[in-house]
């Protein structure tokens, strides 16, 4: 029915945000682990960059949180970038191997649009 309808997503400057903020909080745990191993191996211990990467992933996966629980979908109400245990919808787009709402995140940033995982609904931004 209202699948083909993209339309502007009402709190687009937040959505943009909240994904770059996963992006970040990617980032910087992938630092956090190759620089955990590369420590644990002995090739190269640098622990400010193994402290200071763990604590910036949290602060952005925190910020995640409280802005992924914050923007919801206006066409039914759910949060576009939180995947609960419940199946997708699904004209949800999805990729090999990578979570629903990581495909939002990465959709957002590259393409600038995304669909709702629960409805269906496409959004610019
Ligand atoms: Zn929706």
Known sequence: MCLRINQKYP???LMKINAWFVIASWVFIITFLVFL????ANILKNEFVLVNSIYLFMFF?????ILGTCLKCPNCVKRPT????????????????????SVVILN??????????HCGRKYHV
């Not at 996966?61 to 949180?65: E, L, Q, T, W």
């Not at 939180?82 to 709402?101: E, F, L």
């Not at 957002?108 to 995982?117: E, L, P, T």
Request: glycine content about 12%.
């Open 37 to 40: 191993i590369l420590g644990l």
């Open 11 to 13: 709190r687009l400057l």
């Open 108 to 117: 957002i940033v590259s393409k600038g649009k995304f669909k709702c995982i």
């Open 61 to 65: 996966a925190f910020g995640h949180i």
């Open 82 to 101: 939180v995947q609960g245990i419940k199946p997708v919808h699904p004209s949800a787009d999805t990729k090999t191997g990578i979570n629903a709402w």
